[in-house]
């Protein structure tokens, strides 16, 4: 039964799983959920919209169709940008624009989300790429179903992986060497050995497993919960992941610049961040 609160947005499915709980999914299927510059839009204005309802507990972020997410898009999608990021003159020339935008859309976005008081569980299948991986870190728990698969592959353009650099943090910092450096795939399995995913379910269990977590978290006082997670996120943050993630995305902005002087062509930098495979590879 369709609750009165579910909405559609361009991109983006807002459905109530039960009155307390908001399954949050991106509906660009015929893209793998490539994110765009709406999809950023709509899922921001999908978590505010949950937390701004007072009797929402948790929020579940998925993906429609067999893949959670291919990374960052840029060829399409509005390019009104809404001044979440604090740099915004988005078409300024040189590395000052770009830096800019990826600061709004990207590294600010996911600290934003990352920071959504109220607790957020990703539900992930099949591939989950590059700037994919940054919308998975920035919810309290990963569920993955046994299809699931990982790879940021951006090294070969030059950059020190996605904007949002969770990668140490995620992985630890061997793995997470190996996983930037060759670009390579990693599995549910290893996500989960690594520390990374909470849980691996056969795939056709991913969407009640995650479901039936959600309803244990709901049954908790909701400033309860709201406290915990930010004791967890000012324990990361004590420990300088913020301090860290702002420094690196500093040093991403300096690759990309580099990349566009050397290569002359920023269209292919950012077409190069979703594209399937890096270059030199087959
Ligand atoms: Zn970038």
Not at 78 to 104: D, I, L, S
Not at 225 to 245: C, F, P, R, V, Y
């Amino acid at each position: 039964m369709a609750d009165p609160r579910d909405h559609d947005f361009e991109t983006v499915l807002y459905r109530h799983v039960t009155p307390d709980i908001v399954r949050v999914s991106m509906n660009r299927v015929e893209t793998r959920n490539s994110q765009n510059t709406q999809l950023t839009y709509d899922l921001n204005a999908a978590f505010d919209r949950a937390n701004a309802d007072d009797q929402v507990k948790v929020i579940i972020l998925a993906g429609e169709g067999p893949h959670f997410s291919s990374g960052h898009d840029m060829k399409g999608g509005p390019r009104a940008f809404q001044g979440v990021g604090t740099w915004q003159n988005y078409g300024a020339k040189g590395a000052e624009g770009p830096m800019a935008v990826e600061e709004e859309i990207y590294l600010q976005m996911c600290r934003r989300w990352r920071n959504i008081p109220k607790p957020m569980l990703a539900e992930v299948q099949g591939a989950c790429i590059a700037g994919g991986l940054m919308l998975a870190w920035v919810c309290d728990i990963i569920v993955a179903s046994d299809d699931a698969r990982f790879r940021d592959l951006v090294v070969g353009w030059g950059i020190p992986g996605v904007e949002f650099f969770g990668h140490p943090w995620e992985l630890g910092h061997r793995r997470a060497r190996e996983v930037l450096y060759t670009g390579d795939w990693f599995t549910a399995q290893e996500a989960h050995q690594w520390g990374m995913v909470n849980h691996v379910v056969p795939r056709a269990e991913l969407r009640q497993y995650t479901e039936e977590m959600a309803k244990k978290i709901a049954d908790k006082p909701l400033f309860g919960l709201k406290l915990t997670k930010e004791a967890i996120n000012q324990t990361l943050d004590a420990q300088g992941q913020w301090s860290a993630m702002q420094t690196v995305f500093v040093m991403h902005t300096l690759a990309h610049t580099h990349w566009r002087e050397v290569n002359g062509n920023g269209a292919a930098l950012y077409q190069g961040e979703s594209a399937p495979k890096a270059p030199g590879r087959s």
